[in-house]
């Protein structure tokens, strides 16, 4: 089994998110694949990538195979993958630009989904995504929370729509015992 492990959190020591995802990711075993957003952010998604995405793969030229030579990599790390497990801290009540920027690179027609007479269907099916949610005040689910909603509907966008959202929410009243209870989902995962 290969899991990847997208951790979205600018914070390194002291992300709960990425505890999160080291749990999930300790909890899954197998091999993983580690892409730290916050680390190397991927870049915005440009006009030029644009242009190359909807050039027949044998008319693109070196420079536009250079272009999007970060969403090609995104793209094979999300195909290779059973499992993705996403740490998300919730950021003024939506997510990480750099997990925006990964998903706007992520998200290819004709690779990643399609369009027919039916709408969009996507192209990653029988995958499963674990999302590991921080937040300081945001409660996960509720009405201010536009990050979970967004990100459960995009994964599914692809294809990707068994997915499991474990939350460690607003931390700034009770971390204590939200990290306990995200801990115990983590602990009765399968593998």
Known sequence: MTTLRIDASARHDDSISRKLTDRITRRLGGDVIHRDL???SPPLLTEGMIGSYFTPPADRTAEQKALIGASDAIVAELQKADTIVIG?????FGVPAALKAWADLAARVGVT???????PKGLLEGKRAIIAVASGGTESG??????????????GFIGITDVKVITAD???VEA???????????????A
């Not at 998300?88 to 003024?92: F, H, L, Q, S, T």
């Not at 989904?113 to 709408?119: K, L, T, V």
């Not at 204590?176 to 399968?190: G, N, P, Q, R, V």
């Open 142 to 155: 509720s009405e201010i929370d536009w990050a979970t909603p967004w990100l459960t509907f995009f994964l």
């Open 113 to 119: 989904f399609q369009y027919s007479a039916d709408g």
């Open 176 to 190: 204590e015992t939200k990290i306990e209870a995200a801990y115990s989902d983590i602990d009765t995962l399968a």
């Open 38 to 40: 916050a680390k190397t």
């Open 88 to 92: 998300m801290p919730i950021y003024n």
């Open 170 to 172: 607003q931390l700034n």
